[in-house]
């Protein structure tokens, strides 16, 4: 078997062989759809990854509140909600049911509504992360922020949250990871991302070995990216001994 990479100089409309593997005067080469396919993957990804620690940092907080039985069911019910329902189910659920539920929603362009099904899913993940870091320290931290005068909001916003997100970092890192190849559900719901681009590409081209590889490389690539981004960060914030001193439980 032969490989032919001048796939990704072929214009997508006349099918030929161009000077430059780059589209001129209008013009898009396979190469240029790819480049075009991974931004749509890398937005798409990012988007749901900011929801999903907004929403997961404030869902697992709110199930680590001392004395607010019900605030703690409700964001257990959370994580039980979207963990468990397959995310590709999520999505068809958004982009189906949800705007004929509210017609407004018709108007949204499939892309944040695979941004919030993709969101919310990772959201119950990072929810459980954030209890489990919370849980991990020490009970003498919440009790030294008591001791100094500080209203519940104030020992978590200085004491135990950034403790926890430095001992939750390594399982984050993987979840972010995961966003990046879950994002690849959008091409359900016609999102020009890559998996859809390899789809569309081989069918065209013949070429699904060269297509499908250079589509895994950018996939590894990013993944990778964002593996050295989290080690650099984990560097930095890393405070000395404090993972030892956390095992002491609560």
């Given at each position: 078997?032969?490989?032919?990479?001048?796939?990704?100089?072929?214009?997508?409309?006349?099918?030929?062989?161009?000077?430059?593997?780059?589209?001129?005067?209008?013009?898009?080469?396979?190469?240029d759809w790819m480049l075009s396919a991974w931004g749509w993957t890398v937005s798409v990804s990012l988007l749901s990854l900011v929801l999903a620690l907004v929403l997961g940092s404030v869902i697992g907080t709110l199930r680590t509140l001392p004395d607010r039985p019900w605030v703690v069911r409700l964001g257990n019910a959370w994580v039980e909600l979207f963990?468990?329902?397959?995310?590709?189910?999520?999505?068809?659920?958004?982009?189906?049911?949800?705007?004929?539920?509210?017609?407004?929603?018709?108007?949204?362009?499939?892309?944040?509504?695979?941004?919030?099904?993709?969101?919310?899913?990772?959201?119950?993940?990072?929810?459980?992360?954030?209890?489990?870091?919370?849980?991990?320290?020490?009970?003498?931290?919440?009790?030294?922020?008591?001791?100094?005068?500080?209203?519940?909001?104030?020992?978590?916003?200085?004491?135990?949250?950034?403790?926890?997100?430095?001992?939750?970092?390594?399982?984050?890192?993987?979840?972010?990871?995961?966003?990046?190849?879950?994002?690849?559900?959008?091409?359900?719901?016609?999102?020009?991302?890559?998996?859809?681009?390899?789809?569309?590409?081989?069918?065209?081209?013949?070429?699904?070995?060269?297509?499908?590889?250079?589509?895994?490389?950018?996939?590894?690539?990013?993944?990778?990216?964002?593996?050295?981004?989290?080690?650099?960060?984990?560097?930095?914030?890393?405070?000395?001994?404090?993972?030892?001193?956390?095992?002491?439980?609560?």
């Open positions: 078997m032969s490989w032919d990479w001048q796939v990704f100089c072929q214009d997508t409309i006349t099918q030929e062989i161009g000077q430059s593997c780059f589209g001129k005067n209008g013009d898009t080469t396979y190469l963990r468990n329902i397959p995310l590709l189910v999520q999505v068809f659920v958004w982009y189906h049911v949800i705007p004929a539920i509210f017609p407004a929603l018709k108007r949204v362009d499939g892309f944040i509504l695979v941004v919030f099904a993709i969101g919310l899913f990772t959201s119950a993940r990072i929810a459980e992360q954030v209890r489990s870091g919370i849980q991990a320290l020490p009970r003498g931290q919440r009790y030294a922020g008591m001791a100094m005068g500080f209203t519940t909001f104030q020992t978590y916003r200085y004491v135990l949250l950034p403790m926890a997100f430095r001992i939750i970092i390594p399982p984050l890192t993987s979840e972010t990871m995961n966003v990046f190849k879950n994002s690849s559900v959008a091409f359900a719901v016609s999102v020009a991302e890559l998996t859809m681009f390899a789809m569309q590409a081989q069918e065209e081209t013949s070429r699904g070995v060269e297509v499908y590889l250079a589509v895994t490389a950018l996939y590894v690539l990013s993944a990778f990216a964002v593996n050295r981004i989290m080690t650099f960060i984990e560097k930095r914030s890393r405070v000395p001994g404090m993972i030892a001193a956390s095992g002491g439980g609560h």
